[in-house]
């Protein structure tokens, strides 16, 4: 099976936390997975970006990245953090490689518009294509890739991705069977109750009752378009439930929120 495992930012400031997600990632590529791991930056990330004195602004929930904001991203996402995982999969007994955008030119991205003014964000980006030679060769190497969220443009520059959309991007260019988002949150809440299924249709209403918002939002979509494009489990876990990767791969009930392409027709007349 190939599999896109999504970490938030958030996740990586507990060392504990790492290495009890590094391990379950061990325990799927060992047991002839192909991996993907795609991480954020979040906190750490910002609290960097404060101790060197540069503000952060956010539209749409995207960070707008000037040139300065852009080299603590590619200092902090591709350096610190993805040496960070990729460490805790190879202590667990599985090698990793950290990669970032420019390695063997493993992720491609393109400025993003905003407003219809393109790269209106300054260094934001999408991804627009992956090196999946590349990363066949790793993996048939025995080697997990561990990609931070960060993309190569045709100028040479690199763009800093929102990680919920880089994994689902991901997941549509391997062709991967399924994707996982390991969040800071047990899974979609309605109220303080994790809604055990989300159907792509119901996104828009859930955004609309202001039912979800900030990143939610966009990893919902990102999850609808890593559908249509024909992965075919997505779902979104707590990454602090004990052994919470390992049940949500091996698909089932399971735990945290499946995002589905539409509900059964059995279960939708039942609603
Ligand atoms: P990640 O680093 O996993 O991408 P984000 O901060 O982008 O995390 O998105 C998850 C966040 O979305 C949660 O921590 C929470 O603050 C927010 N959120 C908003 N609405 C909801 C909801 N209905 N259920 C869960 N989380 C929600
Ligand atoms: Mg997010």
Same mark, same amino acid.
């Given at each position: 099976m190939r599999l896109v495992i999504k970490l938030a930012g958030?996740?990586?400031?507990?060392a504990a936390t790492v290495a009890s997600i590094a391990r379950q990632i061990a325990a799927l590529a060992q047991e002839g997975h192909e991996l993907l791991v795609v991480h954020g930056g979040g906190k750490i990330f910002t609290a960097t970006l404060e101790k060197m004195g540069i503000q952060s602004r956010f539209v749409g929930g995207l960070r707008v990245t000037d040139r300065e904001t852009r080299e603590v991203a590619v200092m902090v996402l591709g350096g610190l953090l993805n040496k960070r995982v990729a460490g805790a999969i190879s202590q667990a007994g599985q090698p990793a490689i950290g990669l970032c955008a420019s390695d063997a030119g493993a992720f491609l991205a393109e400025p993003m518009s905003y407003n219809e003014m393109r790269g209106g964000l300054g260094f934001v980006g999408y991804l627009t294509g992956v090196n999946l030679e590349f990363l066949e060769t790793l993996w048939r190497a025995g080697v997990v890739p561990v990609a931070s969220c960060l993309g190569l443009g045709a100028d040479g520059e690199i763009y800093n991705i929102n990680a919920d959309h880089m994994a689902a991007a991901c997941a549509e260019f391997i062709h991967a069977d399924r994707l996982i988002y390991l969040t800071d949150?047990?899974?979609?809440?309605?109220g303080r109750k994790v809604m055990k299924a989300v159907s792509a249709d119901e996104v828009e209403d859930l955004i609309r009752h202001h039912k979800v918002s900030g990143g939610m939002i966009l990893k919902l979509e990102a999850c609808k378009r890593a559908l249509a494009a024909g992965v075919n489990q997505v779902r979104i876990v %707590? @990454?602090?439930?004990?052994?919470g990767l390992l049940s949500a791969a091996n %698909? @089932?009930?399971?735990?945290g929120t499946r995002v589905l392409p539409a509900y059964p027709a059995a279960a939708s007349a039942a609603r």
């Open positions: 958030a996740l990586l400031d507990d949150v047990a899974g979609v809440l309605d %707590g @990454g602090t439930k004990m052994d %698909g @089932g009930k399971g735990p």
